[in-house]
């Protein structure tokens, strides 16, 4: 069974940066990089949305809420995705997801909290 660990939130000023980390455990060989794989957000009491996606040849799509200021990447060798984060807002405060994308997701993960302050 695939288990994606999300890691690196925490509370930073408007303005400020963050790295996220995903790390899937439970895929064989290299099975990981045949997937395409995204970041999902979900704020309190909205639907949780898909901000960035990278296929398995290392293309991007961006929501345009977040489109140049978060850069999405890939490591298959070491079956992690990342998600840099500048020039933060505070409606960027979220849970933020990894998972797989176009398919059907794996289980989700805890998710890693991201707070912005104004």
């Known amino acids: 069974q695939v288990q994606v660990v999300e890691s690196g939130g925490g509370l930073v000023q408007a303005g400020g940066s963050l790295r996220l980390s995903c790390t899937a455990s439970?895929?064989?060989?290299?099975?990981?990089?045949?997937?395409?794989m995204g970041w999902y957000r979900q704020a309190p009491g909205k639907q949780r949305e898909l901000v960035a996606g990278?296929?398995?040849?290392?293309?991007?799509t961006y929501a345009e809420s977040v489109k140049g200021r978060f850069t999405i990447s890939r490591d298959n060798a070491k079956k992690q995705v990342y998600l840099q984060m500048n020039s933060l807002k505070p409606e960027d405060a979220a849970v933020y997801y990894c998972?797989?994308?176009?398919?059907?997701?794996?289980?989700w993960g805890q998710g890693t909290q991201v707070a912005v302050s104004s």
């Open positions: 998972n797989r994308i176009r398919v059907t997701p794996w289980s």
């Open positions: 990278i296929t398995r040849d290392s293309s991007t």
């Open positions: 439970g895929i064989t060989g290299s099975g990981f990089s045949f997937y395409p």
